[in-house]
């Protein structure tokens, strides 16, 4: 680490854990103040690290661009982190706001590593599996790019968040929607993932589940990326939270399970105290460095 990292606040602390027990009462309006006020505290983040190349194109449409983080200073070839943003399949962006999620990519490129964030369609303009497919665009984008900006093409890191892990899962685990040599990963992040689509009465998302997968859920376990893990799965870390949206943990749960139950072997994981769902992901970049350490353990082992 070569720069001082913002703490994470006295009152923001206490405010989380205010608000985690209470998290499932009102998402929508929990996830928007974590995003306000993260942010605030990310303003003072350490950026220097890396060079910021923006709204890279690699479709037509208008969220079909993605964001290159190139560090300063790092080892050629260097790894490289890809990463999807959450929004319930119906909303979200890549920049959230002006610091979230940039602060992944900004946090990872301290460490030598380039940084990818991703924009891809949304519900309303495209239907399972169009996301993953953009997925997959940006992944083969990299892989054929990946040399001139000093990336070594046998270190992609793909990471999801949330929703975005139903993406970044589906590309990573279900073969259907790899190309013929397979995902070309050598690991897969899963932050607080939706890694199972459900429209059950307890998901405040289910609408939004529907809106992407369509409303016959005698589809859903086909499409869920949980049920496409085996023996041959590339690695994967699993984290989620204290506080988590209603089923994400439970589902993160089911992917480590079912891993483990593959390979023989736990998957490396994280339970995160103290953090809800929009937390784990705003404070990287910040002084609290537990998951950040985590995901660098695992890129190192994985690499």
């Known amino acids: 680490m070569t720069a001082a990292r913002p703490e994470i606040p006295a009152e923001l602390l206490a405010l989380m854990a205010e608000v985690g027990p209470r998290w499932r009462e009102d998402v929508p309006g929990h996830v928007r103040l974590m995003v306000e006020r993260f942010s605030a505290v990310l303003r003072e983040a350490p950026k220097q690290h890396a060079e910021l190349r923006r709204d890279i194109a690699y479709g037509a449409h208008p969220r079909q661009r993605f964001d290159l983080f190139l560090p300063r200073q790092a080892a050629a070839p260097a790894p490289a982190l890809l990463f999807v943003h959450g929004g319930a399949f119906v909303d979200g962006s890549r920049n959230r706001s002006d610091e979230i999620y940039a602060n992944v990519l900004y946090c990872f490129a301290q460490h030598g590593i380039v940084g990818v964030n991703i924009g891809y369609r949304l519900a309303g303009?495209?239907?399972?599996?169009?996301?993953?497919?953009?997925?997959?665009?940006?992944?083969?984008?990299?892989?054929?790019?990946?040399?001139?900006?000093?990336?070594?093409?046998?270190?992609?890191?793909?990471?999801?968040?949330?929703?975005?892990a139903a993406h970044t899962g589906s590309y990573a685990y279900d073969a259907r929607h790899q190309p013929p040599g397979g995902p070309g990963l050598a690991g897969h992040i899963v932050v607080s993932g939706r890694v199972r689509a459900d429209n059950r009465p307890d998901n405040p998302n289910a609408r939004k589940v529907e809106a992407y997968y369509g409303s016959d859920n005698a589809i859903y376990d086909d499409v869920s990326p949980v049920s496409h893990v085996g023996a041959g799965s590339v690695p994967t870390f699993v984290a989620w939270s204290e506080f988590e949206n209603p089923l994400i943990d439970v589902y993160c749960a089911e992917l480590v399970y079912r891993l483990a139950l593959a390979k023989g072997r736990t998957p490396p994981c994280l339970w995160l105290r103290g953090h809800n769902h929009t937390s784990i992901i705003g404070h990287l970049n910040t002084a609290d460095t537990?998951?950040?350490?985590?995901?660098?353990?695992?890129?190192?082992?994985?690499a």
């Open 125 to 164: 303009d495209a239907r399972y599996p169009e996301a993953t497919r953009d997925v997959a665009a940006v992944v083969a984008w990299v892989r054929a790019n990946g040399a001139a900006l000093g990336i070594d093409p046998e270190r992609l890191f793909l990471m999801g968040h949330s929703a975005g």
């Open 290 to 302: 537990r998951l950040e350490q985590a995901i660098l353990d695992f890129i190192r082992a994985s």
